[in-house]
């Protein structure tokens, strides 16, 4: 039985950060909770609302933003639309004048201490991300629904076994790295071609290269967005910006009015071994300092690992050459059947599956897409995938202060270089001398996060986050 179907849009979202997790699928939670209460009362009803967040949303809530994120959300504020730079002033207004505007629509009292709460202490036993919504109504009811965020954005609803979804009719349905094999050798089709006919079910092919292109954009703006930002990142860490910093070092004092000048400059910087370890260095920080700034990011396939993807693709496209639209969607296309083998197979919630689930699977993302974009076979393809992932494996998230920084802005540029070897490997190997395959090393990271203890599970309760001495302020 097929588990899931899932789209290339599924695994690439546009969104606001710091958090897939805990910020866009809260965001996504507030306003599904909006629906409901139109469905089964009116907004013009309610009279008080109560935010419950359980196990690693009130861990990390607040580092990850999680409770700006269903403030906005219940305000009916979209996360792919919604200004960045009014995200602190609208919160500041909620909490200062006591008011919510719930939809937009219907306003009530609201206290942001009294009726959002961080349950530190409780977990519900079907994912660690959960939060419940409570509107009482002015007829003596009440509505509330318990929600979960289970990574990359994806939300379900308490008694629902998966993020609703219309079924559609795919022509190659694929669950495993085998599937996928099968469908390719049977047609002979590449990794990118098998995803463009499946995509055919859902939309027409202009449709799906619009909204491939579209996810580009929002990368490339955000990378070149983070390469010229300074200053430091909020939350309290005092983390200095370092792209822009390495971004002038690396091509000088010119000013580039736009992406496209920029990646001209880079080119001319050369290609030595490490120039290049720099300017993916550079491209990765860029998008993560704006992802932990509240900056509009793509989920690649999650917000804290946004960087690996977009650094790899900037990478083809300056020094490889891989600068057109179509070299570009089947760099995006292979990426997502290979996240979406591991959200099948395993996870891609670091609650769920430590920093191996996000890092890891970003990583080996970016290392199918760039080996197919190099030339490799659809075997080479996912041999670089189960490289990547076989060196992520058994990473822990631990997120000094609960904040998406340190050590997650770095290990995004640690990710981003993994990949790039992985698929330089993939490139120079036979397959039909591998040893472990795609499949065995998604079983194994399932098996490993299993095996994890929670505290090295986006709780902040392990590892870097409790051996690092800090005065936080509250938020």
């Known amino acids: 039985m097929q588990r899931e179907q899932l789209s290339v849009f599924d695994m690439f979202k546009i969104g606001i950060g710091p958090s897939s997790s805990h910020t866009l699928g809260p965001w996504r939670a507030a306003q599904q909770f909006v629906q409901v209460i139109e469905e089964r009362a009116s907004l013009n009803e309610v009279t008080g609302v109560k935010i419950l967040l359980y ?18 959300g219940l305000s ?87 993020q609703h979804k219309a079924e559609v009719d795919l022509p190659f349905p694929i669950d495993t790295a085998g599937d996928l094999l099968h469908w390719c050798r049977k047609t002979g089709l590449k990794i990118s071609e098998v995803v463009t006919e499946n995509e055919l079910a859902w939309r027409p092919e202009l449709e799906t290269r619009t909204g491939v292109l579209n996810i580009f954009n929002t990368m490339a703006e955000c990378m070149y967005r983070g390469s010229h930002a300074r200053g430091k ?66 989920t690649a396939p999650t917000n804290g690992a946004a960087g690996v993807i977009p650094a790899v693709l900037q990478y083809y496209i300056v020094f490889c050459d891989g600068y057109t639209d179509k070299q570009i969607i089947q760099f995006l296309l292979t990426a997502s059947e290979i996240g979406c083998i591991f959200k099948k197979g395993a996870t891609i919630s670091a609650a769920m599956g430590g920093c191996q689930a996000e890092i890891g699977v970003s990583s080996a993302m970016a290392a199918a897409a760039l080996t197919e974009c190099l030339g490799g076979s659809q075997r080479q393809v996912m041999m670089a995938a189960e490289i990547a992932m076989e060196h992520h494996l058994g990473l822990t998230c631990d997120p000094i202060g609960g904040l998406v920084q340190v050590p997650c802005i770095e290990r995004n ?57 800090l005065s936080l302020p509250e938020c």
């Open 55 to 72: 196990g690693s949303l009130a861990k990390t809530g607040r580092g990850h933003g999680t409770d700006i994120a269903v403030l906005l």
């Open 76 to 162: 009916g504020d979209d996360p792919v639309t919604f200004a960045v730079d009014q995200v602190g002033p609208k919160i500041d207004q909620i909490r200062t004048g006591h008011k919510l505007v719930l939809g937009g629509k219907h306003e009530i009292n609201f206290t942001v201490d009294e009726d959002l709460l961080f349950l530190f202490n409780e977990s519900l036993p079907y994912h660690p991300n959960a939060v419940t919504f409570q509107v009482f109504l002015n007829t003596g009811k009440a509505i509330s629904e318990t929600y979960y965020s289970i990574g990359g954005g994806f939300v379900v609803k308490e008694g629902e076994q998966s």
């Open 413 to 469: 540029t640690m990710g981003a270089i993994k990949a790039i070897t992985a698929s330089q490997l993939a490139l120079q190997t036979n397959p039909d001398n591998a040893k472990v395959s795609l499949d065995a090393v998604v079983k194994t990271m399932w098996q490993t996060a299993q095996d994890m203890n929670s505290k090295y599970k986006e709780t902040a309760d392990g590892g870097l986050a409790i051996n690092i001495p």
């Open 233 to 298: 990142l909020p939350g309290g860490l005092n983390v200095e910006r370092r792209a822009a910093k390495l971004n002038k070092r690396l091509a000088g004092n010119n000013t580039y009015s736009n992406f496209d000048e920029w990646v001209t400059a880079i080119r001319k910087t050369g290609s030595s071994f490490q120039n290049i370890l720099d300017w993916v260095s550079c491209f990765a920080l860029a998008v993560n300092e704006e992802n932990a700034s509240f900056g509009r990011v793509v």
